[in-house]
């Protein structure tokens, strides 16, 4: 913009305003002193821990029968950090909970006020491996079309068809 207001057209022409012109910006545009310090838009960055706050995702979901969560089709469950190890926290079918998926890729579920740690339930499976007899596979039975099916009459068969089908009209090129 500056170069089309002074009538700049050439390589060396820029070359010389920027001499003189890069003085006057910084003048106008830098900072001075203590106050422009202060009043600056450019912030110090936060500690870690409030990085991992800001940037956290946030999902509503519902604590479930099993006392578990469903976050990305895994199940989870709320629970407390002891000295010894987490334990899970229980709670009523129904009960709202925020999880939150931090900046470094923990999972916390704030629940009534409260924050607890998230721990990955192992995979439910349709049948105990202790308890119950490995199920058996059905057997697909191959598909046998009923006794009036087209396939099945003598509709297609080859007699039929020479005398159902003409020869092509004259005219059409076939």
């Known amino acids: 913009m500056e170069f089309t207001r002074h009538g700049i ?4 022409e820029a070359n010389a305003f ?3 012109y890069l003085p006057r910006f910084n003048a106008q545009f830098s900072l001075k002193d203590e106050k422009d310090l202060d009043t600056s838009t450019f912030l110090e960055a936060p500690p870690e821990q409030d990085i991992n706050a800001i940037l956290a995702v946030v999902s509503r979901r519902v604590i479930d029968a099993g006392n578990s969560i469903k976050y990305h089709n895994a199940y989870y469950q709320p629970c407390f950090q002891y000295p010894n190890g987490l334990r899970p926290r229980l709670f009523v079918k129904g009960t709202k909970a925020l999880v939150i998926r931090a900046f470094d890729g923990t999972l916390l579920a704030s629940i009534k006020e409260e924050t607890y740690i998230l721990r990955e339930v192992e995979k439910r499976s349709s049948h105990s491996k202790e308890f119950d007899p490995q199920p058996i596979p059905k057997q697909r039975k191959p ?4 006794p009036d ?3 099945k009459t003598r509709f297609l068969s080859p007699r039929v068809l020479e005398t159902h089908i ?3 009209p004259k005219g059409y090129g076939l």
Do not use: F, R, T, V
């Not at 057209?9 to 060396?12: F, G, H, Q, R, Y």
């Not at 598909?143 to 009923?146: G, I, L």
């Open 149 to 151: 099916h087209p396939w």
């Open 143 to 146: 598909y046998k079309p009923a």
């Open 166 to 168: 003409a020869e092509s």
């Open 9 to 12: 057209a050439s390589m060396e």
């Open 18 to 20: 920027l001499w003189d």
